[in-house]
């Protein structure tokens, strides 16, 4: 267990519709990261929360969404969704912005 | 265009041989690390370098940051079917913002 929650751990879905992704960050870390695994892109940077702010934003599509709760937990939204979304989505936290730990992640199939 | 590139993709050798990883970008980075990652299972951090020239050591594997902070290695001595994972480096641009490479998939025959 490395401290970093993310549920569901599957998700399948039909396209054109809307899904949330939550991540708990390990404790004590400020910073959440969102970053998109496919088979030919590698490990994507969607974006940072630090403290409940956006702090960066990398390839994030406008259908996706993020925010992060008093709590720091995050949470991911995805709508309108395409077959091309399919992916595994990883949640990473950090306490210094070096040491970044990861959820398992959360393996979203569109259908 | 990736950021960071690594090489080679797929590496496919026999227990006990020696092996290199390279990853290289035109980018500075203010830090560098090597993940591993396991099927249905997040990265997992093996180490951070931070200065250029910087080596560091983890029992059989050795990690090597370039110079210019341009490029680094991974070297594992002596593979082991355990050693079998995708390797991923990542490098720290500003914001704190993590760049991965494309990943090695690392296959150690018995």
């Known amino acids: 267990d490395s401290g970093v929650t993310q549920t569901p751990k599957h998700l399948i879905t039909a396209t054109g519709q809307r899904v949330t992704l939550r991540c708990s960050p390990r404790?004590?870390?400020?910073?959440v990261y969102w970053y998109q695994q496919s088979l030919d892109q590698g490990l994507q940077f969607l974006i940072q929360?630090?403290?409940?702010?956006?702090?960066a934003k990398g390839n994030i599509l406008e259908r996706f969404s993020a925010q992060q709760f008093p709590d720091l937990h995050s949470e991911l939204n995805l709508s309108s969704l395409e077959l091309g979304d399919s992916a595994l989505y990883f949640c990473?936290?950090?306490?210094?912005?070096?040491?970044?730990?990861f959820g398992s992640g959360t393996r979203l199939t569109v259908v | 265009t990736q950021l960071l590139e690594q090489s080679p993709q797929f590496l496919s050798i026999q227990e006990g041989e020696n092996l290199t990883v390279y990853c290289n970008s035109s980018?500075?980075?203010?830090?560098l690390q090597w993940y591993r990652q396991e099927p249905g299972e997040g990265p997992v951090l093996l180490v951070t370098?931070?200065?250029?020239?910087e080596v560091k050591k983890l029992k059989r594997l050795t990690f090597q940051f370039g110079d210019a902070r341009k490029d680094s290695s991974l070297h594992i001595t002596a593979a082991q079917p355990g050693d079998t994972g995708l390797y991923l480096c990542?490098?720290?641009?500003?914001?704190?913002?993590?760049?991965f490479g494309q990943g090695t998939r690392l296959t150690i025959n018995p």
């Open positions: 990473a936290s950090s306490v210094d912005g070096i040491g970044y730990t």
């Open positions: 929360y630090y403290n409940g702010e956006e702090r």
């Open positions: 370098v931070v200065t250029g020239g």
């Open positions: 404790s004590g870390d400020l910073s």
């Open positions: 980018s500075v980075f203010s830090s």
């Open positions: 990542a490098g720290v641009l500003g914001a704190q913002k993590l760049v």
